[in-house]
């Protein structure tokens, strides 16, 4: 209640219709920005420190399951400001949330803030390799995007990273294709040699945005040696 109060009386039209164009979202919006959400999740945030695990999961199903894109926002807000309270059974909610997504900005959310610190939490790497041949597009690019949390706490496992890639190389989808060079990006700022050996082995398949991605970060003299060796395709 005190969210939608909120939500009603920081609307914007304006910035409603850009949202719905930009994330391309088939819900409505109150037209808020991501600070607003974050901010007054952060003032909510004192009571629901009292919030019961069972109330916590009613209250953010219920924000999820609306037809307002930046309720589902508060939502994986909400879950991910008390993820401590989420047990391993629990898991099975955000991969609900996952399949019914719609939009790229939630489903990286979800695998940022919630599902890739509950792997690391429960051991569910394995979950992951499941994920990388599932029928939903959204839950092949989180068995990527949820590797994020633990390559960057450099408690990743190099063979899920090299094995879901694998899986997923030959996709065209654009969303799959960035979350391959976005993963491998970010392991070559914690370990360069690790994302080489897997984009090498890559020639031939990677696509040109997964490379360029891939190596961005590398240094000058790193991207020209994996320039000689490993050839993308379009």
Do not use: M
């Not at 808020?32 to 199903?61: A, G, M, P």
């Not at 890639?165 to 360069?192: H, Q, Y």
């Amino acid at each position: 209640k005190e969210i939608i109060e909120f939500a009603n009386n920081s609307k914007s039209d304006s910035l409603a219709t850009e949202l719905k164009i930009y994330f391309k979202s088939p819900f409505d919006f109150f037209g808020l920005t991501k600070k607003q959400i974050n901010d007054f999740s952060k003032k909510l945030q004192k009571s629901l420190k009292q919030v019961d695990r069972e109330n916590l999961i009613s209250l953010i199903n219920n924000l999820h399951h609306s037809n307002n894109h930046e309720l589902k926002t508060f939502a994986i807000v909400l879950a991910s400001n008390n993820i401590d309270k989420f047990e391993l059974s629990d898991f099975d909610i955000f991969n609900f949330w996952l399949q019914k997504s719609c939009t790229w900005d939630h489903v990286d959310e979800i695998c940022i803030r919630i599902t890739g610190l509950l792997v690391i939490k429960f051991d569910l790497f394995s979950q992951l390799l499941k994920w990388s041949n599932d029928e939903h597009i959204w839950v092949r690019r989180a068995s990527l995007i949820s590797q994020l949390p633990s390559v960057r706490k450099n408690n990743y496992q190099i063979n899920l990273i090299s094995k879901c890639s694998s899986n997923l190389i030959t996709e065209k989808d654009f969303f799959i294709r960035k979350a391959i060079g976005w993963v491998l990006r970010e392991l070559s700022e914690i370990n360069p040699e690790d994302s080489i050996n897997i984009t090498s082995s890559f020639s031939g398949k990677i696509s040109k945005l997964s490379f360029k991605e891939a190596t961005r970060k590398l240094n000058e003299n790193l991207r020209l040696q994996i320039l000689e060796n490993v050839k993308p395709c379009k």
